[in-house]
């Protein structure tokens, strides 16, 4: 089982759709940050802590599809000493 999970690979077409909506959550949050009424001196949950919340959602995956995209462009032999870590982290 470890040996043909080594071996999965994400589509380049998942990363493509996850990665625009990166882009588009953290553009919407960064949007809304921007022109929305500041509240937060109230104290209080409201649509301006959302939208920093929706900014995070967006670099979040960004960050994780760039590590990603970073580390299936190299195959075993050629990765630093953390890629194989997290290559045998992922194997073991």
Known sequence: MASYACHIRPEKTNLVI????????????????????D??????IDLKWYSIMIAEIGLFLLVVCWFLYGFEKKTKDTLSPVGRFFYRFGVA
């Open 18 to 37: 996850i990665n625009g909506f990166g882009v588009f959550t953290f553009f919407v949050g960064v949007w809304l940050y921007l022109n929305l009424p």
């Open 39 to 44: 509240t937060m001196l109230k104290r209080s």
